[in-house]
């Protein structure tokens, strides 16, 4: 697959999250992201060398955190530290996507970008491309804001979902890559019970929510203009501002006093024209342990390492460091990561508690596992 062949594509990598869903391994020094869980790179690796497959590598850009900037020179040696677009605080991903854009609109006022986050997992990187260049064609002919949906197999409580039109629309035989479905947004849902969520599943108008988004900039800037007009204010006093001494001050008084809020419900939710293209690229989000295990499994590996003895156990999975003998005697379904400063022990299924546990030792003042 060659690249899009217009120079006003960008790429935008969402790289400032926590990952407490993996805690232990995934933790504020060295978040998900930054996890190497298959032995073929880390997530942010692997979806900066998937992106570069679309876009030139000068016109991708990573926002992170200040303190994971040097994690993105360790692992991205040869990756513009001009392109790193650095967040004062986390603040959820539509301040993080409308300074984002901000910064490219400055740099190019015809662009289109493709908004991506760093840490979930796809397994056709050819296919994903052929829908990645699908949907910068259609943001750009149909001046709306374009997301990719994929088909529910299981009735998910994990994800978010997207609702479509009944009929596929824009598919007929003249356009490019007519196999990939294209539809009208009609809302989105946020995560739902499990009966919600099975109900999501029986309709087959509803799809999971990959985060992934594509859009002119100046489309999303007017969504910004509608639904958070004071915000979009400040980003216009950003967008003044850079590249002077002011710069990082502006930036940093603007993140002083927004609430935190993902662009689903602050943008999309709301906008007047939103698409979805079909993404059938293979999927996940690695938002569980239980998750990571069946990756493994699929793979064939259920285990890091030649230290562990299992005697009359069945279904346990151990994540454990280098040079560390472990053994079980007489145990079912259980999940084990051990790491230096941390135990996280849990019944296989129940992996989606640990942000629950997270919680818990934020509340109790255990930042220093965190």
């Known amino acids: 697959m060659t690249r899009i ?103 190019d006022p015809e662009a289109v970008t493709v908004v991506l986050p760093s840490d979930h997992l796809v397994f056709d990187d050819e296919e994903f491309l052929r829908v990645v260049r699908k949907g910068v064609m259609l943001a750009r002919e149909q001046k709306g804001l374009v997301t990719i949906g994929i088909q529910p197999d299981r009735p998910e409580t ?39 969520a099975l109900q999501f599943l029986q309709s087959r108008d509803f799809w999971w929510n990959s985060g992934i988004f594509i859009w002119h900039v ?44 993902s662009v689903d419900y602050a943008i999309m939710e709301k906008a007047e024209k939103v698409y979805m293209l079909a993404g059938n690229f293979g999927w996940t989000d690695l938002g569980c342990w239980d998750e990571v295990i069946k990756m493994l499994r699929d793979a064939g590996r259920d285990a890091y390492g030649e230290e562990v003895v299992r005697l009359d156990s069945e279904n346990v999975f151990i994540r454990k460091p280098v040079d560390k003998a472990v053994v079980t005697i007489g145990v079912r379904d259980l999940i084990v990561v051990d790491t230096p400063e941390a135990l996280l022990i849990c019944i296989a ?13 934020r509340r109790e003042g255990l930042d220093q596992y965190l």
């Open 158 to 196: 994990r994800y978010g979902y997207i609702q479509t039109e009944s009929s596929v629309m824009l598919g007929d035989e003249g356009s490019v890559y007519p196999d990939i479905q294209q539809f009208r947004v009609k809302t989105f849902a946020e995560k739902p019970d499990h009966g919600t």
């Open 5 to 107: 062949p217009d120079s006003h594509v960008y790429a935008v990598i969402l790289a400032g999250g926590i990952g407490s869903s993996l805690w232990p391994l995934s933790r504020k020094k060295i978040p998900k992201q930054f996890l190497n869980l298959f032995n073929g790179g880390t997530m942010l690796q692997n979806t900066v060398e998937r992106i570069a497959g679309a876009v030139p590598s000068e016109n991708i850009y990573i926002v992170t955190g200040r303190q994971h900037i040097r994690l993105i020179h360790d692992y991205l040696p040869d990756f513009d530290s001009g392109n790193v677009i650095v967040e004062p605080a986390v603040r959820d991903t539509a301040l993080c996507i409308a300074l984002a854009t901000t910064v490219i609109r400055k740099r």
């Open 349 to 361: 299924g129940s992996s989606l508690d640990v942000r629950k546990a997270v919680d818990v030792l």
């Open 218 to 261: 100046d489309t999303i800037d007017h969504e910004f203009s509608r639904s958070m007009p004071e915000l979009h204010k400040d980003m216009m006093t950003i967008h003044s501002h850079l590249g002077t001494d002011r710069e990082e001050s502006v930036i940093e008084d603007v993140y002083s006093w927004i609430h935190p809020i």
